[in-house]
């Protein structure tokens, strides 16, 4: 079974695939058109048209013109915590097998680990014994990651998945609390980035991130926004058993609303004999 370090990347990255097109442009000298250009998508990570069947990518995107859905580049994206010789054999193997698959011209190998001496190694260039072709996979590691200033949300969440952003002050945590909120995920999600940074954060920094969620700034983002959206649905039937309409502008009101003791004033209020729409969203 794989670790939750090696799945953590990969699960970030099927949240946003953009995010692999991201770091090609960060990691390589690879030129890819703007992201208003194109689009990212997850592709058939199956890599077995003559190899064996245990020859299968991690994950597998797909940079793709916008307008013309013409394939522009492949990205393999590989997290690796610990030597094996396979590779020398099966990341060749990525590239060739899918380039014919997707009919992809250009092909990009990118290698996440969570521990630099393994990335270190896999930094090492596999000759394929033909002259000039040479194998250099692009890694990202915790001493070797894209600086995450400036960087897209998406990208701060991984780099502190991997440890590449050290999590070690104040700062940095409050960043990659924010970083999380500012992906613009719905609350699933955004409890499943905080869950990937907390189980592969140390246990110091996990109590740290604790203490910080438990505070004002981010209680409702990361505890009572999810009590919360119990609450609306009650308010609503409340509502819609009482007869009474909401203009567009309270109805955004209330499913924006992550404070369930506000929403419990409001269910109060429509309890109310005599309650209106006025009356229960008054200031």
């Given at each position: 079974?794989?670790?939750?370090?090696?799945?953590?990347?990969?699960?970030?990255?099927?949240?946003?695939?953009?995010?692999?097109?991201?770091?090609?442009?960060?990691?390589?000298?690879?030129?890819?058109?703007?992201?208003?250009?194109?689009?990212?998508?997850?592709?058939?990570?199956?890599?077995?048209?003559?190899?064996?069947?245990?020859?299968?990518?991690?994950?597998?995107?797909?940079?793709?013109?916008?307008?013309?859905?013409?394939?522009?580049?492949?990205?393999?994206?590989?997290?690796?915590?610990?030597?094996?010789?396979?590779?020398?054999?099966?990341?060749?193997?990525?590239?060739?097998?899918?380039?014919?698959?997707?009919?992809?011209?250009?092909?990009?190998?990118?290698?996440?680990?969570?521990?630099?001496?393994?990335?270190?190694k896999c930094r090492r260039p596999i000759q394929l014994g033909h002259p000039g072709f040479t194998l250099e996979p692009i890694v990202i590691g915790p001493k070797s990651g894209p600086d995450?200033?400036?960087?897209?949300?998406?990208?701060?969440?991984?780099?502190?998945?991997?440890?590449?952003?050290?999590?070690?002050?104040?700062?940095?945590?409050?960043?990659?609390?924010?970083?999380?909120?500012?992906?613009?995920?719905?609350?699933?999600?955004?409890?499943?980035?905080?869950?990937?940074?907390?189980?592969?954060?140390?246990?110091?920094?996990?109590?740290?991130?604790?203490?910080?969620?438990?505070?004002?700034?981010y209680k409702i983002d990361y505890f009572d926004r999810v009590e919360a959206q119990g609450e609306v649905k009650a308010l609503l039937k409340i509502l819609k058993s009482r007869r009474i309409?909401?203009?567009?502008?309270?109805?955004?009101?209330?499913?924006?609303?992550?404070?369930?003791?506000?929403?419990?004033?409001?269910?109060?209020?429509?309890?109310?004999?005599?309650?209106?729409?006025?009356?229960?969203?008054?200031?």
């Amino acid at each position: 079974m794989n670790s939750i370090a090696h799945e953590s990347p990969i699960e970030i990255i099927r949240r946003h695939p953009p995010l692999s097109a991201e770091l090609a442009r960060v990691l390589a000298p690879v030129p890819i058109p703007g992201k208003g250009a194109v689009t990212v998508d997850l592709v058939s990570n199956d890599a077995s048209n003559v190899v064996p069947a245990q020859f299968t990518a991690d994950m597998v995107t797909m940079v793709r013109d916008r307008e013309t859905r013409d394939p522009l580049l492949l990205i393999v994206i590989e997290p690796q915590g610990r030597s094996e010789n396979e590779k020398n054999f099966s990341w060749p193997a990525y590239l060739g097998n899918l380039r014919e698959a997707h009919m992809c011209t250009d092909a990009l190998l990118i290698v996440v680990c969570w521990n630099e001496t393994e990335a270190a190694k896999c930094r090492r260039p596999i000759q394929l014994g033909h002259p000039g072709f040479t194998l250099e996979p692009i890694v990202i590691g915790p001493k070797s990651g894209p600086d995450p200033h400036g960087a897209s949300p998406w990208l701060t969440v991984l780099c502190a998945a991997i440890k590449a952003m050290p999590l070690d002050t104040h700062d940095a945590r409050r960043a990659v609390l924010n970083a999380v909120t500012a992906t613009g995920s719905n609350i699933t999600n955004r409890r499943r980035l905080t869950t990937i940074i907390m189980a592969t954060a140390t246990d110091k920094v996990r109590h740290a991130l604790e203490a910080l969620m438990q505070t004002a700034e981010y209680k409702i983002d990361y505890f009572d926004r999810v009590e919360a959206q119990g609450e609306v649905k009650a308010l609503l039937k409340i509502l819609k058993s009482r007869r009474i309409d909401l203009t567009d502008e309270q109805l955004e009101q209330v499913k924006a609303c992550g404070d369930p003791e506000q929403v419990n004033l409001w269910i109060d209020r429509a309890l109310d004999d005599g309650a209106s729409a006025e009356g229960i969203f008054k200031e």
